[in-house]
Antibody, heavy 120, light 107 residues
């Protein structure tokens, strides 16, 4: 049974950084990509990018290049997403989501989400 | 970026109704389209991928169709568990983009 378990809610001040983790279980971590998607309060879904856990290769939406970093630790089947220089616009629920490599990386499972609140 | 436009943004329906949601892409995405259902406070769940393929475990009352720029999600007989927000998402071009969502409410 596939599970993606994310770290807990965070409250950060503007200008700070935050790292969200996503621990995978129930499958071989390196056989699937990991996407990150965010959702501002009451808003829709915004795709941020993906990481290939096997190689560490990444692809970011242009909007997030330079201030979002995706990484992984294969020894503990965990993906990470770091957002730098937080502003109030980054207040959102951040989701990790598994991507199927042989199906154009489509998403099949999601983590439960992590609320990041940016407030002074 | 590819714009995904869903219609309607919200609808009210009764249990047993047939419901159709439309998603239009700003240019052709072939059939690289997925539909997700999201309930309040929960993560989205995939219903349909590649425009018309039902995800394993999803009830057969859900169906998808379309290709190119116009797509539909149909719920053949609305059930109480189906009241939620539905999103389409294209995965043909980067950045991947989602529709703005369609909220299905109880009439």
């Amino acid at each position: 049974q596939v599970h993606l378990v994310q770290s807990g809610a965070e409250v950060k001040k503007p200008g700070a950084s935050v790292t969200v983790s996503c621990k995978a279980s129930g499958y071989t971590f390196t056989d699937y990509y990991m996407h990150w998607v965010r959702q501002a309060p009451g808003q829709g879904l915004e795709w941020m990018g993906w990481i290939n856990p096997k190689t560490g290769g990444t692809h970011y939406a242009q909007k997030f290049q330079g201030w979002v970093t995706m990484s992984r630790d294969t020894s503990i089947s965990t993906a990470y997403m770091e957002v730098d220089r937080l502003t109030s616009d980054d207040t959102a629920v951040y989701f990790c989501a598994r991507g199927r490599e042989l199906e154009r990386l489509r998403i099949d499972y999601w983590g439960q989400g992590t609320l990041v609140t940016v407030s002074s | 970026d590819i714009q995904m436009t869903q219609s309607p943004s919200a609808l009210s329906a009764s249990v047993g109704d047939r419901v159709t949601i439309t998603c239009r892409a700003s240019r052709s995405i072939s059939d690289w389209l997925a539909w997700f259902q999201q309930k309040p406070g929960k993560a989205p769940q995939v219903l349909i991928y590649k425009a018309s393929t039902l995800e394993s475990g999803v009830p057969s009352r859900f169906s998808g169709s379309g290709s190119g720029t116009e797509f539909t999600l149909t719920i053949s007989s609305l059930q109480p568990d189906d009241f939620a927000t539905y999103y389409c998402q294209q995965y043909n071009f980067y950045p991947w983009t989602f529709g703005q969502g369609t909220k299905v409410e109880i009439q």
